[in-house]
């Protein structure tokens, strides 16, 4: 886990600077792929670190669904839009989702849970879940435009919406984001103390902060406003609860 998270942290700041000024050298896409597949993996593990088998089949859980999920979107249209992958995000399964794809829906619906969980500490598994959902929407706000726009990884048809993104994605990002933790949260005992706690929050505020950044280089305005608006959320809810005790860890 430590040692993804370690690569990752090491390429962080090269990733930025790059994605900020489209200086990506011709060729070394894959290297967004690897990427995405570090972070899903490191979220994973993270995951099985703190709650075992039942933690590493839910992370792989989220693959799976979001993959599914993927598929009957790029199928149908729903229930986030009509849209296409490219080819930049390599291996392509078929049906036309990259694999990566799969590793991002762990990233961001672990990280959004557990940085909710971090945030609001004691809070009950309910509150927990919805802030994570949200979390998980507002995450979403600062890749599309990114991923979209600068990258090409996909394709949508249209261009009402928020910078051409539809609504609905938004929306459906919500209610999947939310359905996946609530059975987490059924699951998991998400008040419990845990090792390597900062790590889903680290992975969130990581992706926040570079997102945040490029949107603002290619002035997308909004989606910068929207990167200081979570920043600013988390930074008040954990002092806001600074006064509170941390759970305290269950008998074995």
Request: hydrophobic letters at 60%; aromatic letters at 16%; a neutral charge.
């Amino acid at each position: 886990m430590l040692s993804a998270f370690g690569v990752y942290t090491f390429v962080y700041p090269f990733a930025i600077f790059l994605l900020s000024f489209d200086l990506m050298p011709f060729g070394m896409e894959w290297m967004s792929s690897m990427l995405l597949a570090m972070l899903g993996v490191t979220a994973a593990a993270w995951l099985w670190t703190n709650f075992g088998a039942r933690g590493l089949v839910l992370g792989v859980a989220i693959f799976a669904a979001g993959l599914a999920l993927e598929y009957i979107g790029v199928s149908t249209g729903l229930p986030f839009g009509p849209y296409s992958y490219t080819a930049v995000l390599a291996p392509l399964l078929p049906g036309g989702m990259p694999l990566a794809i799969g590793f991002a829906w762990v990233l961001i619906v672990v990280s959004g849970l557990f940085t909710a969980r971090w945030s609001l500490r004691s809070a009950p598994a309910w509150v927990t879940c919805i802030v994570g959902a949200l979390l998980a929407v507002g995450l979403d706000f600062l890749l599309e435009p990114v991923t979209y726009h600068v990258k090409g990884y996909w394709l949508w048809q249209g261009s009402e919406g928020y910078y051409g993104v539809p609504w609905t994605n938004f929306l459906a990002w919500l209610v999947a984001a939310l359905l996946m933790n609530l059975i987490v949260g059924r699951i998991l005992d998400l008040i419990m103390q845990v090792r390597w706690g900062w790590v889903p929050g680290a992975l969130y505020v990581m992706n926040v902060i570079m997102f945040g950044i490029v949107n603002l280089t290619h002035r997308f305005w909004w989606s910068g406003l929207i990167g200081l608006v979570l920043l600013g959320g988390l930074w008040l809810m954990r002092r806001a609860l600074s006064t509170h005790p941390a759970p305290s860890a269950p008998t074995p």
